[in-house]
């Protein structure tokens, strides 16, 4: 009788181990380091709660997540586009793109982008059809010579579909 409420007793700290060990994890909290050239989102339950400044964040683990993304000045080159021009011929280009993300939030929102490579693949996608259809506009000898024009084309055809 005496070895079974030993082993009652044995049995009844390690399961009392377990739940606690468990319920620590529960509670676990992780450092996230946001810097000054950052921005972070922080998600609860899948819902938006609030931007988070630059400085170190001590966060729950469960049931919260995060998107970081640069607010500095970003480039993307779109690489290796065919192209006709207005008198049919067959043009690559390639070109770059500079931007910065001003609205982390309405980003997310708007773009469905999760992080900055997601970011890059969708401005990749959506700047081919402004620069092709710019291109389709002059001939062989008026981008050669304009390209200063051609640019600021590209440039107000580009703005208003990355501010929506």
């Known amino acids: 009788m005496a070895q079974e409420v030993v082993l009652l007793i044995l049995f009844s700290i390690v399961a009392a181990s377990i ?17 000054e050239y950052q921005w972070a989102l922080l998600y609860r339950n899948g819902q938006f ?3 988070l400044p630059p400085g170190v964040h001590k966060l729950y683990v469960r049931n919260t997540c995060w998107q970081i993304f640069d607010r500095r000045v970003n480039q993307l080159t779109i ?11 067959g043009l690559k280009l390639s070109t770059y793109i500079e931007y910065v993300i001003e609205d982390p939030q309405l980003l997310c ?8 490579t997601g970011l890059q693949s969708f401005l990749y ?13 002059h001939n062989l ?4 010579a304009e390209r200063e024009t051609i640019a600021t084309q590209l440039k107000e055809a580009l703005v208003p579909r990355f501010a929506e």
């Open 19 to 35: 739940g606690v060990i468990r319920l620590g994890n529960y509670f676990k909290r992780q450092s996230l380091t946001v810097f």
């Open 49 to 51: 709660q609030k931007i």
């Open 79 to 89: 690489i290796g586009q065919e192209v006709l021009s207005k008198d049919g011929m």
């Open 109 to 116: 929102r708007n773009a469905n982008v999760a992080n900055m």
């Open 125 to 137: 996608a959506v700047a081919q059809q402004p620069l092709r259809a710019v291109i389709t506009q």
């Open 141 to 144: 000898e008026e981008l050669i």
